[in-house]
């Protein structure tokens, strides 16, 4: 917890982005790069916000989390995002790039059995952090308590 807090305090004004896995040596936390940014300054009107206000993970690093995802005795346990200057919420957008499916279909989890903390950071100081869970039953995304050393 302590690396994604740092991670999170570090980059503020803009929003971090990153993966917590469980291996056998132990939580390991791998910082992703928000392309937020670069996807805003090639295309504004397909991108209108810059990373102060959303993130994008770097495909290249997302395809490496889920190589690693996928390495014996190694999991992804959650995926986590900072809310610069904002409180901790899971908001559409959260909800919606947590999801894979047909519009008019029913959505399904993209990463079931993850969990997405979102951390919420004024000033370079972490307030709070949260998690959020798929739940089967009510099919939608749920606060949770995560515990992570």
């Known amino acids: 917890m302590a690396a ?15 993966a917590l896995f469980v291996t056998p040596e132990g939580h390991v936390v791998r910082r992703m790069t928000n392309v937020q940014n670069a996807l805003h300054a090639a295309d504004p009107s397909a991108h209108p916000r810059d990373a102060r206000t959303a993130y994008q993970m770097d495909p290249r690093e997302l395809f490496e989390v889920n190589r690693d995802g996928d390495r014996p005795g190694w999991r ?73 050393a």
Request: proline share 8%.
């Open 4 to 18: 994604m807090r740092a991670h999170a305090e570090e980059t503020f004004p803009e929003e971090c982005c990153g």
């Open 76 to 148: 992804i346990m959650l995926f986590y995002h900072s809310h610069p200057s904002h409180g901790v919420y899971f908001s559409p957008t959260d909800k919606a790039r947590a999801l894979w499916g047909e519009p008019d279909g029913e959505p399904e989890p993209a990463y079931p059995g993850v969990a997405y903390v979102v951390i919420s950071v004024y000033e370079h100081t972490v307030r709070d952090v949260r998690a959020y869970a798929w739940n089967v039953d009510a099919r939608d995304f749920e606060e949770v308590v995560v515990r992570v």
